[in-house]
């Protein structure tokens, strides 16, 4: 009897346990036929969402980059060669108007209301670009993978902004404040086959000051990111993970996929998760709890 009461008393221990643990993101849609989707940028006010496609090798110059529409509702294809004429293009952000996206040595403009390429501004020296944002004064950041770099485009200028080894090779950009917060992949870098894994880094805009977030105990390759509230959604390419990180640099597992979990987009309003799956040529909807 003894045992048999120790053995429920576990039981409904691990019960509450798990009760109160966060339920793992389900699974709304998912769409196939997109070619090496990379990075997915919602517009919620619009009804859909932009995918980015390398449609190849992510540093050939081939000319088969694209960006497509899909429908945030359903995941249904609205336009799969919405913008054409790229090379390998990456993250994307707008700003001023306009839609901005990384392609290996560029930063591309495009116009939203035709999907017409208008400007490519040249990063000299630069082989990776990975991911784009703007603040809140329209400069767009994008940093470049390979270098450990982060160039700036303001006033109609593209210059190198900041870099040195201690952006831990950056890849995915959000801003947060008066910060711009790095979702750093490793050294050496998307260069190599392996990178060592990395963690969230915390640049200052005004005096370029960089810190790790938390105790910089490394998660992973890390590559896009999204913010939730206090916290940012984080995924990591290699591994093929999704980690809630708290401020303080705590990861937690949210969600485990296949190698290939790019630049994730984020409907914080909804808790909607936009997942490109990039060796599977698809992209997923997750909500999250």
Do not use: H
């Not at 039981?11 to 196939?32: F, M, N, Q, R, V």
């Not at 208008?118 to 470049?144: H, I, M, Q, R």
């Not at 105790?215 to 509230?229: K, M």
């Not at 969600?255 to 997923?284: C, F, H, N, R, W």
């Amino acid at each position: 009897m003894k045992s048999i009461g120790a053995a429920m008393a576990l039981l409904l221990a691990s019960g509450a346990a798990l009760a109160g643990a966060a339920a793992e993101p389900a699974k709304l849609w998912e769409t196939p036929g997109f070619k090496t989707p990379e990075s997915v940028l919602p517009v919620p006010a619009e009804g859909f969402a932009y995918v980015s496609n390398v449609a190849g090798q992510p540093t050939d110059k081939d000319g088969n980059g694209f960006i497509s529409k899909l429908s945030l509702a359903d995941g249904k294809i609205i336009a799969l060669e919405w913008a054409k004429g790229l090379d390998a293009p990456k993250g994307m952000a707008p700003s001023g108007g306009k839609l901005y996206t990384a392609d290996i040595d560029k930063l591309v403009e495009i116009d939203p209301a035709s999907g017409k390429i208008l400007v490519k501004f040249e990063a000299p020296g630069a082989t990776f670009l990975n991911d784009v944002v703007a603040d809140k004064d329209g400069n767009v950041y994008v940093s470049d993978s390979s270098t450990s770099t982060i160039w700036r485009l303001a006033g109609g200028k593209l210059e190198k902004w900041l870099e040195g080894p201690e952006l831990k090779f950056p890849n995915g950009l959000t801003i947060d404040g008066d910060k711009l917060i790095v979702a750093a992949w490793g050294a050496p870098g998307t260069s190599a086959p392996k990178s060592e894994p990395a963690n969230l880094i915390s640049v200052g805009l005004a005096d370029k000051k960089v810190s790790n977030l938390g105790d910089g105990a490394p998660v992973g390759n890390l590559d896009g990111i999204e913010a939730d509230g206090d916290d940012f959604i984080v995924s990591d390419w290699v591994a093929g993970k999704v980690f809630r990180i708290a401020r303080s640099g705590k990861a937690d597992e949210i969600l485990a996929l296949k190698q290939g979990t790019a630049d994730i987009g984020y409907v914080a309003s909804d808790k909607l998760l936009l997942i490109p799956l990039m060796m599977e040529d698809k992209v997923a909807a997750y909500k999250v709890e």
